[in-house]
T-cell receptor
Framework: IAGITQAPTSQILAAGRRMTLRCTQD?????MYWYRQDLGLGLRLIHY???????GKGEVPDGYSVSRANTDDFPLTLASAVPSQTSVYFC?????????????FGAGSRLTVL | GQNIDQPTEMTATEGAIVQINCTYQ??????LFWYQQHAGEAPTFLSY??LDGLEEKGRFSSFLSRSKGYSYLLLKELQMKDSASYLC??????????WGAGTKLIIKP
């Protein structure tokens, strides 16, 4: 089934630990995104990539890093987790060359930092 | 600053019609999106408006007025499975998506 796979689904992490959230898509979309979703707030963009080999900063990039070595994979790394990074993280992808550039989302990764 | 406003929560009855409003103030406009998000799941695309007017897609319709910075999502013949959050998002002049906090729709039998 075509789509986006995120892992892990859920994780509890001690503050100060390093964590990588994985994201893989099989739709050959050129653009990929990482969002966080917190109660009472809209989705906030962390980092994005318009094409393999390039990345850019979103609205809330501090404390996070990404890489885009190929079209399919877009991992998000928290170098040293802090409690304020407790959130639900969604990876998304799109064909940014299409008119509407509709985002397709993964199922999300729920991260709790203690 | 950029802002998307939508009601936090709405309640409606099964079989009825509900209208979810979204007002926006953004630097430029390159399209407005509605997504549906069931609890604990990913947002899924519902509709896209870039020109003024009504777009109809089955039981769901979306309306846009660019001059008023206003959109609504109309859901007809409500079903229990329509209980979800509905997210409004606007693409600004930099082609970045600005998201509203979402409207939680509760359907009662």
């Amino acid at each position: 089934i075509a789509g986006i796979t995120q892992a892990p689904t859920s994780q509890i992490l001690a503050a100060g630990r390093r964590m990588t959230l994985r994201c893989t898509q099989d739709m050959r979309h050129n653009a990929m995104y990482w969002y966080r979703q917190d109660l009472g707030l809209g989705l906030r963009l962390i980092h994005y990539s318009n094409t393999a080999g390039t990345t850019g900063k979103g609205e809330v990039p501090d404390g996070y890093s990404v890489s885009r070595a190929n079209t399919d994979d877009f991992p998000l790394t928290l170098a040293s987790a802090v409690p304020s990074q407790t959130s639900v993280y969604f990876c998304a992808s799109s064909d940014s060359n299409s008119g509407a550039n509709v985002l397709t989302f993964g199922a999300g990764s729920r991260l709790t930092v203690l | 600053g950029q802002n998307i406003d939508q009601p936090t929560e709405m309640t409606a009855t099964e079989g009825a019609i509900v209208q979810i409003n979204c007002t926006y103030q953004t630097s430029g406009f390159n399209g407005l999106f509605w997504y549906q998000q069931h609890a604990g799941e990913a947002p899924t695309f519902l509709s896209y408006n870039v020109l003024d007017g009504l777009e109809e897609k089955g039981r769901f319709s979306s309306f846009l007025s660019r001059s008023k910075g206003y959109s609504y999502l109309l859901l007809k013949e409500l079903q229990m499975k329509d209980s979800a959050s509905y997210l409004c998002a606007v693409r600004d002049s930099n082609y970045q998506l600005i998201w509203g906090a979402g409207t939680k729709l509760i359907i009662k039998p």
